[in-house]
């Protein structure tokens, strides 16, 4: 029996195949984060055949506050929505399902890309990887101020003809300051143990789940372990995927905290298996693998041994817009 070409039923988000292409940024919006005839054509290109049966778009700011570089993609205002509905129709057409993922960078910009805005994060702590300067503690207010950003960039990403919306909280952007005790020493309802740090989580997609509707699908990254010392364990993340279960999460995108996309020490193909199998253990809905992934033989045997259920391959893709096509016609 082969794996990766079997479909996804048992989900809001059915796909024709377990293949992801995983969010990379391509740096390639105009003007305040607009669609390029760039992006058009490289997600044309990477979803032509319909090889890959989803899709997740690159990280997109939902408020200018919360940009994380230049090039970065909007979903931070309605006059987008015209740009997002024709990269949603170009791979449609070709027979893929996409999905955007929504994002807010916390302390992990600075004020050249946010064109001088406040550098803000869980608490006033300076981010431990990017080193930029202090941010400052948000305040219960401006939390609440980016659950609505959330909530709207959601609506917008839903009414530009995408199948589902991906919440980021993965690779040291807001979320994640909010989730790993490197970051978030607030001494509110919105700090302290792993239910107080995930409030945030909990409340945006409260937020989502009410503007997209019931049948909707809703994503989450999260970076499920920092490996660096007193940051986020799996320990932790098996208490906050169940959360994010009952909250209503479609399928649970498994990724590196204040490590990034790479887990240190870690290596081979799919090197956050040992997060994603800890996690299928505690939850039921389906779990997406990334990390290294670069033959069929491997992706094909991580879903065999119920390591994940869909496998996302980012680097071997992003270098041959061919590799999709090549890996669904060797399985027949």
Same mark, same amino acid.
């Given at each position: ?67 994380? @570089? ?31 993922? #929504? ?42 101020? #980016? ?21 980021? @909280? ?21 700090? *302290?143990?792993?239910? %107080? ?25 999260? *970076?499920? @372990? ?12 098996? #208490? ?14 498994? @990724? ?35 990390? %290294? ?40």
């Amino acid at each position: 029996m082969t794996y990766l070409n079997q479909p996804l039923n048992d989900c809001k988000l059915t796909l024709n195949n377990r293949l992801v292409f995983p969010p990379m940024a391509t740096s390639k919006s105009e003007g305040n984060g607009e669609i390029s005839k760039g992006i058009l054509e490289y997600y044309d290109e990477k979803s032509r055949g319909g090889y890959v049966g989803l899709f997740i778009i690159e990280h997109s700011f939902i408020t200018p506050q919360g940009k994380a @570089s230049k090039g970065q993609m909007s979903v931070a205002d309605d006059g987008n929505i015209e740009g997002l509905k024709k990269l949603a129709e170009t791979i449609h057409k070709n027979g893929s399902k996409a999905v955007m993922q #929504i994002n807010h960078a916390g302390s992990a910009t600075n004020r050249d890309i946010t064109e001088g805005q406040d550098n803000v994060s869980a608490s006033a702590i300076i981010h431990p990887s990017m080193r930029f300067e202090v941010p400052r503690e948000l305040s219960k207010e401006e939390i609440k101020e #980016i659950i609505k950003n959330f909530k709207d960039a959601a609506k917008r990403v839903k009414d530009a003809g995408f199948d589902g919306v991906e919440i980021h @909280s993965a690779h040291g952007y807001l979320l994640n300051q909010f989730y790993s005790p490197l970051t978030n020493k607030r001494t509110d309802d919105y700090g *302290g143990d792993v239910l %107080g740090r995930i409030r945030i989580h909990l409340e945006i997609i409260k937020a989502v789940k009410e503007v997209v509707g019931e049948e909707f699908p809703v994503l989450l990254r999260l *970076g499920s @372990s920092d490996y660096r010392e007193d940051g986020t364990t799996i320990e932790d993340s098996k #208490i906050a995927v169940l959360e994010f279960e009952k909250a209503g999460i479609d399928i649970l995108d498994v @990724s590196g905290g204040f490590c990034g996309y790479m887990a240190p020490g870690r290596e081979g193909q799919g090197y956050f298996s040992e997060l994603t199998e800890a996690i299928k253990e505690v939850i039921s809905i389906p779990v997406i693998l990334t990390g %290294g992934i670069t033959e069929v033989e491997a992706a094909e045997n991580l879903i065999a041994t119920g390591k994940t259920d869909l496998v996302g391959v980012g680097r071997a893709m992003l270098q041959d817009s061919l590799w999709a096509k090549n890996a669904m016609e060797s399985l027949k």
